[in-house]
């Protein structure tokens, strides 16, 4: 929820950055909500985050190529694969 309110600015400084890091904390600990969303409604979020989601699976081992804020298939199977390692 976090991650939300400062991607939009919702009571906070609006900063893409701040946002990233908190999906991406978010992930980290598996959230079934946020694994959803980015799988099935990654263009809600700015490419900045989706960036940072993308650098994250790089940084894992399960996505490979450039953090190019485009969540097509690529990135999908990469945080499928991600998600079913951690089960």
């Known amino acids: 929820n976090l991650g939300y309110l400062y991607e939009v600015g919702h009571g906070v400084p609006q900063d893409n950055n701040t946002a990233a890091a908190y999906y991406v904390q978010a992930l980290q600990q598996r959230n079934a909500a946020t694994i959803s969303?980015?799988?099935?409604?990654?263009?809600?979020?700015?490419?900045?985050?989706?960036?940072?989601?993308?650098q994250f699976l790089i940084d894992q081992g399960y996505l490979t190529g450039p953090a190019d804020g485009v969540i097509g298939q690529r990135s999908q199977d990469a945080l499928n694969a991600w998600q079913n390692a951690g089960r």
């Open 37 to 54: 969303e980015f799988r099935d409604n990654s263009t809600s979020y700015s490419v900045e985050v989706r960036r940072a989601v993308q």
